[in-house]
């Protein structure tokens, strides 16, 4: 049962165009979500993360949304550089003793390419 | 700092064999926990370790196994390897237990390959 659910296997962007990740969630007691960049031969990279006590979260080129009533969130990349090229991860996780709390869930990734 | 060191980077085995992966966290951080990737099912939670201690599992048969020892570093085991088994394993590193939303550090990963 996956939890956590990135649709979209790829997504190929424009530079200097917005990049726009999405990731939806099932587990309500989730409260707490991350994104990871990870680029090839190396390990993921924590990028952002956003509370349920949020709704949106920036940093620099990158915010994340919060939609807790659909249970989806979207990271937003403006502008997009060819550098942002990797593959990007969701991640939950809920208050702890609390559902699927105490771990880390991540989606499937979605494989950005941000063309010149 | 040094980073989270995994070693080694690449791993061949046949079926039926085990393995062992080590894995090496950032000084002075105390949680590690295990992930493994495969095409299409992302990164998939094997087990958190902190002070020695085994805090959380996920859903994996008990052919894997995991250790920490007394400075933090840890060994994942993979005993009777299966051809499904060949995966990048992925080791991370917090200062603090999962619990406490402390982001991980990853190290790079062992690359296994079941033959």
């Known amino acids: 049962d996956q939890q956590v659910k990135q649709n979209s296997p790829s997504l190929s962007v424009q530079e200097g165009r917005i990049s726009i990740l999405n990731c939806d969630y099932t587990?309500?007691?989730?409260?707490?979500f991350l994104w990871y960049k990870k680029y090839p031969a190396e390990g993921p990279t924590f990028l952002i993360s956003i509370s349920s006590i949020k709704d949106k979260n920036e940093d620099g080129r990158f915010t994340v949304f919060l939609n807790k009533s659909a249970k989806h969130l979207s990271l937003h990349i403006v502008p997009s550089q060819p550098g942002d090229s990797a593959v990007y991860f969701c991640?939950?996780?809920?208050?702890?003793?609390?559902?699927?709390?105490?771990?880390?869930?991540f989606g499937t990734g979605t494989r950005l390419a941000v063309r010149p | 700092k040094a980073g989270v060191t995994q070693t080694p980077r690449y791993l061949i085995k046949t079926r039926g064999q085990q393995v062992t992966l080590s894995c090496s966290p950032i000084?002075?951080?105390?949680?590690v926990s295990w992930y493994q990737q495969t095409p299409g099912q992302g990164l998939q939670f094997l087990f958190e370790?902190?002070?020695?201690?085994?805090?959380n599992k996920g859903n994996f048969p008990g052919r894997f196994s995991g250790r920490q020892f007394s400075n933090s570093r840890s060994e994942m085991n993979v005993s009777t390897l299966e051809l499904g088994d060949s995966a990048l394993y992925l080791c991370?590193?917090?200062?603090?237990?999962?619990?406490?939303?402390?982001?991980?550090?990853f190290g790079s990963g062992t690359q296994l390959s079941v033959l």
């Open positions: 991640a939950a996780s809920g208050a702890l003793g609390v559902g699927s709390g105490d771990k880390l869930t």
């Open positions: 000084s002075g951080h105390r949680s």
């Open positions: 587990n309500s007691m989730f409260d707490y």
């Open positions: 370790y902190f002070s020695e201690t085994q805090r």
């Open positions: 991370a590193s917090s200062l603090g237990i999962l619990a406490t939303n402390e982001k991980l550090f």
